[in-house]
């Protein structure tokens, strides 16, 4: 059991030691995330914020770094003068070679002794063990203290112990928080009370009422500027083994006991740990890759990936995946989870499709003979709820048509919704763990995702190549068309 971690009083001093502090998810991610937090009077009064990082700059170069990379990134609506000149007097930056032990003095120059240090490692996963060995040889850490750790946690199974095993050397695993940015995200809490605050769902939401579950993360960007990293990631590593396993989770979990980090946690772990593992045949039959090719989005022309910035001739790396889950316990037997991301697709939508089993028989002259009421959960960019079902056509006969009930959660709760990392943030800094990822969840979610990857290498599978601006490869709907089953685009 994870120890319950001390929780921050609310007027607490913390200091929050951003290594990787120039880099780009500080810039745009991070930073307009505490900035919003501020604004809304989220981060305790005593916060500090310390930007590390390699570039040679002064305090003043830091700030000139954030008006021009972060401050694009704050919505227009949001940005208050007054409210970010203040923002920006509480940093400080810190030149730290992350390599070179007495580099770390300056930090702990910089830092106050008795605030909750919260280090926040936005950096190659690499230089994790390096930078904890080195807070720990500079006297930086204590029992409050807190570490915040990006994805990729690892690429494979043994990477991703190899950096648990050396963050866990000098931080107890209930002083860690492992990132899944989309654990952070309004919508998918909002799963967690559809679910569990619901009563109408809990008999319906099992084998054999439901016939199958669609999860689709479908982006319309492209690979950027990221190519070195994301060439040899590919989209499993990059969003199925956290983002939509995670969201699987959450729709196949049983009800935790509570809401504590743990109860949640243990919940989740018991799905990844039901996945049925896949053989080389399951491999080669029920996934999908796929790698975008030139096309059109949003009316605009897009290139290939082959032709990105640096991306290796004939390179191999996929950009779609789609691929079909079993989860070998008894509220899931026989129940199929498609899982499908891609970038370059028609439009950006995260959505969760549940499909329920179909009409028995059907007493009705006509209409869809094999139909399923879907109940459709949007993400994004809209937050929505439908539930798809049929209605009598009017006049004479009693033909039916299929309708839908319409819940928009934004006109519905019109507040306003924190960004994934601001909610995170102050997760951290309030000690709540629920929305990070454990240990043992993370090495179960490699443990399901590691085979495939190398059931690829073994089949010498290349990805297939799709159309920019479309729903990925033919081979993606033909997985469900298998089955008479569609995605929910085509139905
Ligand atoms: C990140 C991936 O974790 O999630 C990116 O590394 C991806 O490749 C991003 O674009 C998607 O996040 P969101 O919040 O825009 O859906």
Redesign the pocket.
């Known amino acids: 059991m994870t120890k319950q971690p001390v929780q921050a009083a609310p007027d607490e001093s913390v200091d929050m030691i951003i290594f990787g502090g120039g880099g780009d998810l500080a810039a745009r991610k991070l930073l307009p995330a505490l900035y919003m937090a501020h604004l809304h009077g989220n981060l305790p009064p005593e916060t500090h914020i310390i930007a590390v990082g390699r570039k040679d700059w002064t305090i003043e170069q830091y700030r000139a770094f954030m008006e021009e990379q972060s401050r694009p990134f704050v919505e227009a609506k949001a940005f208050h003068k007054e409210a970010w000149d203040r923002f920006l007097a509480l940093f400080q930056y810190v030149v730290i070679d992350v390599n070179v032990g007495r580099d770390y003095a300056r930090l702990l120059e910089a830092s106050r002794k008795d605030a909750l240090r919260v280090f926040y490692l936005s950096t190659s996963p690499e230089l994790f063990t390096t930078i904890c060995d080195n807070l720990e040889s500079a006297k930086l850490l204590d029992e409050r203290s807190r570490v915040v750790l990006e994805?990729p946690l690892g690429h494979d199974l043994a990477s991703a112990q190899e950096i648990n095993e050396s963050v866990g050397r000098h931080f107890a695993e209930s002083q860690i928080y492992r990132i899944d940015?989309?654990l952070g995200?309004e919508t998918v809490q909002n799963l967690m009370v559809l679910r569990f605050g619901n009563p109408i769902f809990g008999p319906l939401w099992q084998a054999p009422y439901i016939r199958s579950v669609q999860i689709t993360?479908a982006?319309t960007?492209g690979v950027g500027s990221?190519a070195g990293f994301?060439d040899h990631t590919g989209a499993l590593r990059?969003?199925v083994q956290?983002?939509l396993l995670q969201l699987l989770c959450i729709v196949a979990m049983e009800p935790p006991v509570s809401l504590d980090p743990d109860a949640v946690r243990d919940e989740k772990l018991k799905v990844l740990r039901s996945l049925r593992p896949m053989t080389l045949a399951d491999i080669a039959r029920d996934t999908v890759r796929g790698q975008y090719g030139a096309g059109a989005v949003d009316g605009a022309p897009v290139k290939g990936y082959l032709e990105e910035d640096n991306v290796p001739p004939g390179s191999r790396n996929e950009t779609f995946v789609a691929l079909r889950a079993h989860i070998n316990n008894w509220r899931w037997a026989n129940v199929p989870f498609f899982l499908r991301t891609g970038k370059r697709m028609q439009t950006r939508q995260?959505e969760i499709v549940i499909e329920f089993a179909d009409l028995p028989f059907s007493i009705f002259p006509s209409g869809p003979r094999n139909y399923g009421n879907r109940l459709v959960i949007q993400l994004?960019p809209e937050e929505s709820i439908q539930l798809q079902m049929l209605a009598k056509e009017p006049g004479s006969g009693m033909n039916m048509l299929p309708v839908s009930l319409n819940l928009d959660l934004q006109q519905a709760i019109p507040e306003r919704r924190a960004e994934?990392y601001e909610r995170l943030l102050i997760d951290v800094i309030r000690g709540r763990l629920t929305h990070f990822m454990r240990r043992d969840e993370l090495e179960a979610a490699w443990t399901w995702v590691e085979p495939i990857l190398n059931g690829w290498d073994e089949l010498g599978d290349r990805p297939r190549t799709y159309t920019s601006g479309t729903y990925g490869p033919a081979a993606s709907s033909a997985l469900l068309a298998r089955e008479g089953m569609s995605w929910a685009e085509e139905a």
């Open positions: 994805k940015h989309y995200k993360v982006e960007v990221r994301y990059d969003m956290n983002h995260s994004q994934a």
